[in-house]
């Protein structure tokens, strides 16, 4: 067995549907560690890059809006993003979510039980699972900075940054 990290997000139709109680319930029967956790407004460049491997398909622009929350309003325009760690984590929770297409999901999934597809054929699947160990690294760095996960799970470095613009509370 092998520790593993993978990154989990609450999708903005999860937030909408009340489902991350549900969600976290679910998760939380693999009894791995959750190392990172936090809400994220996504903009489309963090959109754009999340899924980048699919943006040669037609419904590349869909799966953005998407992942934005568009479709549901400024009320819905956010994700609830996990780190989770544990023995064989990325095989264990993508069984637990179950497959991409709601329809084809494991009702007893994550995705089979909260999970549709539209009429415009998205699939509203309430959440993203990384898919492997290369996958992970790069989604967890995408989505959260080094300080903001409670293990030291990648190299890092220090750098000294100038001019840097900061919002911190008044």
């Known amino acids: 067995m092998s520790i593993e990290q993978l990154l989990i997000l609450v999708k903005p139709d999860g937030v ?9 319930t679910k998760l939380s029967e693999t009894r791995m560690l959750i190392i990172g956790a936090k809400t994220v407004k996504v903009n489309k460049e963090l959109a754009e890059r999340h899924y980048c491997q699919l ?4 419904f590349f622009g869909e799966l953005v809006d998407y992942i934005q929350g568009k479709i549901y309003g400024e ?7 996990f780190v989770y760690q544990g023995n064989n984590a990325i095989a264990r929770m993508r069984k637990i979510v179950g497959t991409t ?25 309430v959440v993203h699972c990384s898919s492997d160990s ?3 690294e790069r989604e967890i760095k995408l989505w959260f900075k080094p300080d903001e996960i409670v293990k030291h799970i990648y190299p890092t470095k220090e750098i000294v940054l100038e001019k840097e613009v900061k919002e911190v509370w008044a």
Do not use: H, Q
Not at 75 to 81: G, I, P, Q, T
């Open 134 to 136: 290369f996958e992970a």
């Open 55 to 58: 943006k040669d398909k037609s």
């Open 75 to 81: 009320s819905w325009n956010r994700v609830l993003a």
């Open 16 to 24: 909408k549907k009340s489902l991350t109680g549900n969600i976290l």
């Open 101 to 125: 297409n709601p329809e084809e999901a494991d009702p007893m999934s994550i995705r089979g039980a909260y999970g549709r597809i539209t009429t415009k054929g998205v699939y509203e699947n």
